[in-house]
T-cell receptor, first 113, second 115 residues
Framework: AQSVTQPDIHITVSEGASLELRCNYSYGATPYLFWYVQSPGQGLQLLLKYFSGDTLVQGIKGFEAEFKRSQSSFNLRKPSVHWSDAAEYFCAVVTGNNRKLIWGLGTSLAVNP | KAGVTQTPRYLIKTRGQQVTLSCSPISGHRSVSWYQQTPGQGLQFLFEYFSETQRNKGNFPGRFSGRQFSNSRSEMNVSTLELGDSALYLC??????????????FGPGTRLTVL
């Protein structure tokens, strides 16, 4: 069965430091890949997505992600984290003919001042 | 353009009761999907509606049901509530249904607590 793994449940970084959140998926073909962010009391907001083409994808709020087929990974990066980036981050994939979204369990990001 | 709205935002029920949650999609969006979010299971897909028809369904018991109205607004109902139904229920809307994939826009969710 298709699955999405976010190995890091919780990450703490200092403001201004770089960030990388990991995401691995299990699927035979190339899926559609997404990163969402959820702030407390807010709905999920799409940060970026990959469907095809250039494997380095730019998103909103200064985030980027790189699709690596050989590693079945789609890691999210940001060169300099801001305190407002503290939130829950979810990786998701769309697979199969029915196009259901399959979600990772999320990574909680805390930012130290 | 107004975003996805969900009502109520918070709900407290007791075991055995039933509950109805409402979702109003973004104007012009005709596809509505529902998700259950819990700390242990993460986000799980419940069902998807498009033009008043259920297009997709997740692996939830029959106690979970939904419907969509002609104005694209959607409701989900949970009957005979169990403690394990306590969760954040998220609604998302998009312009087109599966299998064509379009970006989903999420509402803030309804926090259901079952006592």
């Amino acid at each position: 069965a298709q699955s999405v793994t976010q190995p890091d449940i919780h990450i703490t970084v200092s403001e201004g430091a770089s960030l990388e959140l990991r995401c691995n998926y299990s699927y035979g073909a190339t899926p559609y890949l997404f990163w969402y962010v959820q702030s407390p009391g807010q709905g999920l907001q799409l940060l970026l997505k990959y469907f095809s083409g250039d494997t380095l994808v730019q998103g909103i709020k200064g985030f980027e992600a790189e699709f690596k087929r050989s590693q079945s990974s789609f890691n999210l990066r940001k060169p300099s984290v801001h305190w407002s980036d503290a939130a829950e981050y979810f990786c998701a994939v769309v697979t199969g003919n029915n196009r259901k979204l399959i979600w990772g369990l999320g990574t909680s990001l805390a930012v130290n001042p | 353009k107004a975003g996805v709205t969900q009502t109520p935002r918070y709900l407290i029920k007791t075991r055995g009761q039933q509950v109805t949650l409402s979702c109003s999609p973004i104007s012009g969006h005709r596809s509505v999907s529902w998700y259950q979010q819990t700390p242990g299971q993460g986000l799980q897909f419940l069902f998807e509606y498009f033009s008043e028809t259920q297009r997709n369904k997740g692996n939830f018991p029959g106690r979970f049901s939904g419907r969509q109205f002609s104005n694209s607004r959607s409701e989900m109902n949970v009957s005979t509530l169990e403690l394990g139904d306590s969760a954040l229920y998220l609604c998302a809307s998009s312009t087109h249904p599966s299998p064509t994939y379009n970006e989903q826009f999420f509402g803030p969710g309804t926090r259901l607590t079952v006592l």
